[in-house]
């Protein structure tokens, strides 16, 4: 009997930059990604096993680029955090959507240093009622 197809985890993501430099720096200074590789046109970051491709676009078009969502324990924290690092939110942490069980999902927008779109997401476990 055959095994039935089915794709595996997400293995890369690429995003295009309008300068590459730039992006490096930013990446890893400021996100404090690991920088897996810079080989001059392209570079790579690893995001909790999965690698994340800069590479540099020819113009200003940015729409072929997707969000990329960042899964963090403590919303609040990374929202501080990184503002503390001077990333522009286009909002604070928000309820997005609240789960049967209660489980809520949080997110917060923010800007890359093209001023593309990147965003923080947090599960926030249900609280016991209170009595």
Same mark, same amino acid.
């Given at each position: 009997?055959?095994? !039935?197809?089915?794709?595996?985890?997400?293995?890369?993501?690429?995003?295009?930059?309008? /300068?590459?430099?730039?992006?490096? $720096?930013? @990446?890893?200074?400021?996100?404090?990604? !690991?920088?897996?590789?810079? @080989? +001059? /046109?392209?570079?790579?970051?690893?995001?909790?096993?999965?690698?994340?491709?800069?590479? =540099?676009? #020819?113009?200003? /078009?940015?729409?072929? /680029?997707?969000?990329?969502?960042?899964?963090?324990?403590?919303?609040?924290?990374?929202?501080? #955090?990184?503002?503390?690092?001077?990333?522009?939110?286009?909002?604070?942490? =928000?309820?997005? =959507?609240? =789960?049967?069980? +209660?489980? #809520? $999902?949080?997110?917060?927008?923010? #800007?890359?240093?093209?001023?593309?779109?990147?965003?923080?997401?947090?599960?926030?476990?249900?609280? !016991? !009622?209170?009595?």
């Amino acid at each position: 009997m055959a095994t !039935p197809f089915s794709l595996g985890r997400v293995g890369q993501v690429s995003r295009e930059v309008s /300068n590459l430099d730039r992006a490096v $720096e930013w @990446y890893r200074d400021v996100l404090c990604l !690991p920088l897996l590789g810079d @080989y +001059g /046109n392209v570079a790579l970051f690893d995001v909790g096993g999965i690698r994340l491709f800069l590479s =540099h676009r #020819e113009d200003d /078009n940015t729409s072929g /680029n997707s969000i990329i969502y960042f899964l963090v324990d403590d919303i609040d924290d990374a929202f501080a #955090e990184l503002g503390a690092r001077n990333v522009t939110f286009r909002g604070a942490p =928000h309820l997005i =959507h609240r =789960h049967a069980d +209660g489980t #809520e $999902e949080w997110m917060a927008f923010f #800007e890359d240093c093209d001023g593309g779109l990147l965003a923080l997401m947090s599960k926030v476990a249900p609280r !016991p !009622p209170t009595a």
